[in-house]
């Protein structure tokens, strides 16, 4: 048997985190199993359905990585033959007319499944009762077309949001009364926010896109995605697209709630901009100093990339931390800064003045040199190395924290950092 899963968006708007990440599970399912992953495109709200959502929704899940294998269906051309099964039914006696409306007969007994997450779930016929699969305007209903479209579809596995474990015994009726087999349904546990309820846009972004053009790698989104609700077991936390597909399964996807901490998937993100090359990052740096009116020389751009990625957490950082070291009108002082400075204004202001003499002086602009320059003035002082370098990283940057000071003075150069020191000294 070919693994066939589906993912099943309705394109009433973005791609949801809690969407992409029922997409991820389905497309690590089927290819770790060699199978196919299909999309569906559930377009019968026309009122609220979007081209534009549906592309953007194709292009949430492209950023992600996740490719499909067969064309996307799209659910609201399938009418016709949702109402052909839906009267065929009705001929069989299995469904009947109430006021123009085509209703299911559900006999009575136990409509029960083995859930490939929650282990065996089971309601009683009895309690469901008769429902309607096609309205009097001969619309089908959710829960009747999508078995229709996955018989069709040959789903041999439906993997969701556990928001749909009450929609299962309704769709095991259909399947029952189509006398088709049944998929294997697993059930995802919800993605919730950090205060334990359902992740809302009170808990902040909650689009795919979002997080986007928030400066998130696609890479980190997809790691931290598998793990809200799966785990590889063990400690792992950071993994590739091919450790994924090879470490998946669904005896690692948990019961319990997921909580988005985006806390954790800015960390994350940080490790895979630390792992990637300033070149690499270039093209996603780029447009964001464009954006702030910054077209730097590409060489000093690399440069100064290469020295904050490492402590960066988004592309946007990166970027911010770029123009603030090419061009001084981006510094601004943040609190701690502040604070330090207001300590002792007047020996920040000659720690300063008595740095930029000493730099001067330095034999090249080298980090080594420059390095060997400061110490020496420290000693030079009788202060703590420190003493002389947290107030031109205060100046330079606005902040209190940075790549080590002599990096710092390299990637800004020689001469914007002389002046910007110097003006600092006498402010």
Do not use: C
Request: hydrophobic fraction near 40%; aromatic fraction near 8%.
């Amino acid at each position: 048997m070919t693994i066939r899963v589906r993912f099943a968006p309705s394109p009433t708007g973005y791609l949801h985190v809690g969407g992409a990440r029922t997409a991820l599970f389905n497309w690590l399912f089927a290819r770790r199993e060699g199978g196919k992953f299909l999309l569906r495109i559930e377009d019968t709200d026309k009122a609220r359905s979007t081209d534009e959502h549906t592309q953007v929704i194709l292009d949430g899940l492209t950023w992600l990585g996740l490719d499909w294998d067969e064309p996307p269906i799209f659910q609201g051309a399938r009418l016709a033959r949702h109402q052909q099964v839906a009267d065929q039914l009705l001929k069989e006696g299995k469904a009947y007319m109430e006021e123009d409306a085509i209703r299911l007969r559900v006999p009575p007994g136990e409509l029960a499944w083995d859930d490939a997450v929650h282990g065996r779930i089971s309601f009683k016929g009895e309690d469901i009762r008769d429902f309607v699969i096609l309205r009097s305007d001969r619309s089908p209903l959710y829960n009747f077309a999508v078995v229709v479209d996955d018989i069709d579809m040959q789903i041999t596995h439906v993997l969701r949001g556990d928001d749909h474990i009450s929609n299962t015994p309704k769709q095991l009726a259909v399947y029952r009364a189509l006398g088709s087999e049944t998929p294997v349904f697993g059930h995802v546990p919800m993605i919730h926010g950090p205060d334990g309820k359902k992740l809302s846009k009170r808990h902040g972004a909650t689009a795919v896109g979002d997080y986007q053009h928030l400066g998130i790698l696609p890479e980190a989104m997809r790691n931290f995605l598998a793990l809200l609700g799966w785990s590889p077991g063990g400690d792992r936390e950071i993994m590739s697209k091919e450790d994924l597909r090879s470490l998946f399964s669904l005896d690692g996807i948990l019961k319990k709630p997921a909580v988005f901490d985006t806390t954790k998937l800015e960390w994350m993100n940080g490790q895979y901009l630390t792992a990637k090359s300033a070149d690499e990052l270039y093209p996603l740096v780029r447009p964001e100093l464009a954006k702030l009116g910054l077209n730097g020389n590409k060489d000093a751009v690399l440069k100064v990339i290469t020295a904050v990625k490492t402590r960066s957490r988004t592309t946007l950082d990166v970027a911010r931390q770029v123009a603030v070291r090419l061009d001084e009108r981006f510094v601004t002082f943040d609190e701690k800064a502040q604070k330090e400075i207001a300590k002792d204004p007047t020996g920040y202001r000659a720690s300063l003045a008595g740095s930029v003499v000493a730099l001067k002086h330095a034999p090249d602009w080298s980090p080594a040199s420059l390095e060997k320059v400061l110490r020496d003035l420290a000693e030079e002082r009788n202060v703590a190395a420190g003493k002389i370098f947290q107030p031109i990283r205060i100046a330079l940057t606005g902040g209190t924290v940075s790549e080590p000071v002599n990096e710092l003075l390299s990637v800004v150069g020689k001469d914007a950092a002389l002046r910007r020191l110097e003006a600092a000294s006498l402010e």
